[in-house]
């Protein structure tokens, strides 16, 4: 039987993920992924703000104010990215009670709510000069500080508990509530007269953006994501070896590092 | 011995909850009296002017009634914890969404009810045209339960951790802004003479849908935050 022979792209697919649910062979995992994150971060960061700060044109309105859109958008992006991966692990945590997508979701949390964060301010450093205001009560802006709270929301509920596991699948359940409250908060939202701009960058017909400046938003883009990937393995490693403390394999690690033996 | 039915388990869960509202009939009137101190001090801080008054007033009896549903929230399910009735709920042959439904809808009628009846008072005092109070009440009545429905749901993610008010706050106001839009737009269109139908259908759609979903997420809520 051929099935039996060789494995297929799918039994492969399943016994990565089955031996990525093991805590020691994750740990090992994010431990050589990371330098390759952090590098491939940095590299299309200069090259996405090289593009976008000295090779893009200026803004036939906006003049060079518009430069921070290379940072802003690609925040914007990454903070609703980032929740829906959080609320995708903590679906995955709490259906199958997976250790480790518990330990992802809730280490994605913090670095989603720095993303909002990053927007919102962003947001208004841009909003000063353009609409002469740092903040408006508008659509855009007023869903983007909702999901900020969510965010906060999220983690203060993780921390509140003794023990973490119980507290990561109750934050990880608000955190799937708060999927269920976004669509709701931004088309209510949509409602009041708005003065941020429309979409631009669009996936399905052609974009409103000339490809000068949107190759170096693309590239932006991509440097964002493999950040959320170097910081989340990060965390996650850390928040492995808290959580697995008394296992034998986390004591091996500690005493490896310790600095006398 | 059969287990009661579901009808019999839910008019239990609800009597009882009501009798000790009623037993302990002077924490009922907290809200209420929280409701109307914080209102009083709006024309302290803005000034008596009537006319500001009456363009706030809707807006501030809506959020008024909504901190003071939250003051009473964490009660919910706290003092069950503690006299380990709640895990008896938790054990019950019965299913659990509908029990909690019944828990529900008894803190809606002992919290939202007398605020409902006392907002009238706060509108009035805060100058809101007369014409626009019957809007104003209708965006209540759809308002308070979803209030409350959320508010269970949230409140019950909390029930196993020791301090929760801030957190409660934090948790449960983003979830209702839709809410507040929604009755304060309807408010609002009602005071410019604009038709205010829509955003109070869109209340009305919310609320049945959370009464379908909301006792069961609770449910569920529950069970992950006690762990049972």
Known sequence: ?261 | MSAPSARAGYVAVLRRDLLLAWRRRGEAALPVLYALIVATLFPFALGPEGALLSRIAAGVVLVTVLLAMLLSLDGLFRPDWEDGSLEQLLLAPQPLGLLLAAKILAHWLTTALPLLLASPLLAAMLHLPTAVLPVLMAALVLATPLMSLLGALVVALTVGTRRSGMLLALMLLPLMVPVVIFAAGAVSAAQQGLPFIAPLAWLGAALVLALVLAPAACAAALRIALDA
């Not at chain 1, 269920?180 to 007269?193: D, E, R």
């Not at chain 1, 910081?231 to 808290?242: N, T």
Request: with cysteine.
């Open chain 1, 1 to 261: 039987m051929n099935a039996h022979s060789s494995p297929t792209l799918w039994n492969r697919l399943v016994l990565w993920y089955h031996q990525m649910g093991s805590p020691p062979y994750f740990y090992a995992f994010a431990g050589r992924w990371r330098p390759w994150f952090i590098a491939a971060t940095l590299i299309t960061a200069v090259i996405g703000l090289y593009g976008g700060l000295l090779l893009a044109p200026a803004d036939y309105q906006q003049g060079d104010a518009y430069r921070i859109i290379f940072i802003h958008v690609p925040c914007a992006w990454m903070s609703l990215f980032t929740y829906a991966f959080m609320a995708g692990c903590g679906l995955v945590g709490l259906v199958w009670r997976v250790k480790l997508a518990e330990i992802l979701a809730m280490e994605s949390a913090p670095i989603g709510a720095a993303f909002t964060f990053v927007t919102l301010v962003t947001g208004s450093l841009w909003g000063k000069p353009m609409w002469g205001a740092w903040w408006t009560w508008d659509a855009r802006l007023t869903s983007e500080l909702v999901l900020l709270f969510l965010y906060l929301g999220v983690i203060g509920l993780y921390h509140a508990f003794e023990d973490t596991r119980q507290g990561a699948r109750a934050a990880a359940f608000l955190a799937l509530i708060g999927v269920v409250n976004l669509p709701i908060v931004h088309y209510s939202v949509v409602w009041w007269n708005t003065l941020h701009q429309g979409t631009t960058v669009r996936l399905f017909g052609p974009s409103r953006i000339t490809w000068s400046m949107l190759w170096p938003l693309l590239t932006m883009a991509l440097s964002t994501h493999l950040y959320l990937g170097w910081s989340l393995l990060g965390r996650a490693r850390v928040a492995l070896l808290e959580l697995e403390g008394g296992k034998d394999w986390a004591r091996a690690i500690a005493l490896k590092d310790a600095p006398h033996g």
